[in-house]
C-alpha cells in the first residue's frame, strides 16, 4: 500500500521532478513544496469530517442555565502546511450571554490563528533567536509568513503559561506542602545562584539565575535552571522545589556556591543549611582582581602579577595570608585605593569559612568555574541582552520562562498539556 502511494505520487507530479532533473536539493525543494501542498488537503479533508466539539443539542452553563448549539461556525487556521478552514461547534447561553466553542480548547488552540504545531515551531526558534529572526526563519523552513508580532504574542502567552504553572507548584507546596516527585537520584548535587540584569522599558531590573547540577553513574552532567524575576524570598523556593525534584533530599553530599552576597546567604540558610557553603572561584577571583586593578590599573603587568600571587595563596586555601598582606598594604594607602583593599578585606574576613578551597578540592569538590556565572550569560544574556533590546516586564518574563522549560528539557511536556488553551 505505502508502496502504490509512493509510485502514484512520483508519477502525478513526474513533469515538475523531470524539470530539476540531477539537482538533488533542487528536487528536494520540488518534493518538499508537493508535499506541503498534500499535507494542507490532507489535514484540511481530516478535519471537515470531524465533529470538531459537537457535544450535543446542550451544555451545562456555568451560569447554571443551558447553552444551547447554534451552528458550527469558521475560523481559518494557520497551520505548518498552510492556511485551513475549521468549522467549530458553537454554544451559546440565552440566560448569561456566554459563547463557546468546544473544540478550541480540546484541539489546543489558542487566540492567535496559529495551529498548536506552527506556534510550537515559533516559540521554539524564538527562545534562541529574536521574535524577527525567528519569523524569518518559519519562512525559510515552512514557507509560511508569520509575523514577527505573532510569533512574540504567542510566545509571551505561552511562556505566561509556564510562569502560572510555576506559581500554582509553588502555592500548592506553601499549602499542602506537595513536593515535587524526583526524577534523579545523585550522589552529588550542586546548586548554584547569583543575578544579572535585563534592560526593560522603565529601566534595568535583576533577574535572579539558579543552577543545579550533578553526574549520573555513567559520569554525564545534567543541568537544570531556574531565572525569576522575582524577589529572593520567592526565587529561593523555586530554586529549593527544582533541587528537590533534582535529587536534593536524597543527596548524600550538597554543595552551595554563590558570591557571598546577603540574599544568597539568607537562602542558604532557608532552603540549604545542610550543604556545604563555597564562594565560588570566579565571584572570589573577580574580587581580587577588582582591587588589583585599583591599585595598579587597568590592564598593567603590576596589576597582573599582584592578583597573581594573592590568588595563587587564595587557592592553596591561606585566607589568612592574604588578610595580613592586606592589612601591611593598607597601611601605605590613601584614598580610594585603601577603599579598594579595606572592600577585599571585609570580603574575605566574612566568607573565610567559604573559601578554604585547599579542602574543598582535597574532597572532590568542583568549587566554581563560573557555572552559574555562564547561565546568566547562556540562559539569559543570549536571548534577553541583544544589542538594543528593550522588554517589557511581561515579555521578558515569558520569554526567559520558556527559553528555561527548552533548556531544561521538558519542552514536550509542555506542549502535550496544549498551553496555547489554558
Known amino acids: 500500500m505505502y508502496e502504490e502511494i509512493i509510485e502514484q505520487l512520483a508519477q502525478t507530479f513526474k513533469q515538475d521532478f523531470n524539470l530539476v532533473q540531477d539537482d538533488l536539493g533542487a528536487l528536494e525543494q520540488t518534493v518538499k513544496e508537493k508535499m506541503q501542498l498534500l499535507g494542507q488537503g490532507l489535514l484540511q479533508r481530516l478535519v471537515d469530517k470531524r465533529s470538531n466539539g459537537y457535544k450535543g443539542s446542550s451544555l451545562a452553563c456555568k451560569c447554571g442555565g443551558s447553552m444551547r448549539f447554534v451552528q458550527h461556525r469558521s475560523r481559518d487556521i494557520h497551520t505548518v502546511f498552510g492556511w485551513i478552514k475549521l468549522k467549530r461547534a458553537y454554544y451559546h447561553c440565552p440566560d448569561c450571554g456566554t459563547g ?58 505561552v511562556g505566561s503559561v509556564v510562569l502560572g504553572q510555576q506559581d500554582k507548584q509553588l502555592n500548592g507546596f506553601l499549602t499542602d506542602k506537595q513536593i515535587p516527585a524526583t526524577q534523579a537520584n545523585p550522589e552529588k548535587l550542586y546548586v548554584a545562584v547569583d543575578g544579572t540584569t535585563v534592560h526593560q522599558d522603565d529601566g534595568w531590573h535583576e533577574v535572579k539565575v539558579g543552577c543545579i547540577w550533578w553526574e549520573d553513574e555513567k559520569f554525564g552532567e545534567h543541568k537544570r535552571y531556574v531565572c525569576r524575576f522575582d524577589n529572593s524570598q520567592v526565587f529561593g523556593w523555586h530554586v529549593w522545589l527544582e533541587a528537590c525534584g533534582c535529587g536534593f533530599r536524597g543527596a548524600k553530599e550538597l554543595i552551595y556556591l554563590g558570591d557571598g552576597s546577603g540574599w544568597i546567604r539568607t537562602e542558604f540558610h532557608t532552603h540549604f543549611s545542610r550543604a556545604t557553603f563555597i564562594i565560588d572561584w570566579f565571584h572570589a577571583s573577580e574580587h581580587v582582581w577588582n582591587c588589583g586593578k585599583k591599585l595598579f590599573g587597568e590592564g598593567a603587568k603590576a596589576t ?51 573559601m578554604r578551597y585547599d579542602v574543598f578540592r582535597a574532597k572532590g569538590y568542583d568549587i566554581g568555574s563560573g557555572a552559574v556565572e555562564g547561565a546568566c550569560k547562556h540562559v539569559v544574556g543570549k536571548r534577553l541582552k541583544q544589542s538594543g533590546m528593550i522588554w517589557s516586564s511581561c515579555g521578558s518574563s515569558a520569554t526567559l520562562a520558556l527559553r528555561v522549560i527548552w533548556l531544561n528539557d521538558r519542552w514536550e511536556q509542555l506542549w502535550r498539556n496544549k498551553p496555547l488553551a489554558a
Open 304 to 354: 597582573e602579577k599582584w592578583v597573581k600571587k594573592r590568588l595563587d595563596w587564595l587557592w592553596d586555601g591561606w585566607t589568612k595570608k592574604i588578610l595580613d598582606d592586606l592589612k601591611q598594604q593598607r597601611k601605605k594607602c590613601r584614598g580610594f585605593k585603601r577603599e579598594a583593599i579595606d572592600t577585599l578585606i571585609r570580603y574575605i574576613s566574612t566568607n573565610e569559612e567559604q
Open 100 to 157: 463557546l466553542s468546544p473544540y478550541d480548547k480540546i484541539g489546543g488552540l489558542g487566540s492567535e490563528q496559529l495551529s498548536p504545531g506552527l506556534a510550537k515551531a515559533c516559540c521554539l526558534l524564538a527562545v534562541d533567536d529574536s521574535f524577527e529572526q525567528a519569523s524569518r526563519k518559519i519562512a525559510q523552513f515552512f514557507g509560511q509568513d508569520v509575523s514577527d508580532d505573532t510569533v512574540k504574542q504567542v510566545v509571551h502567552q
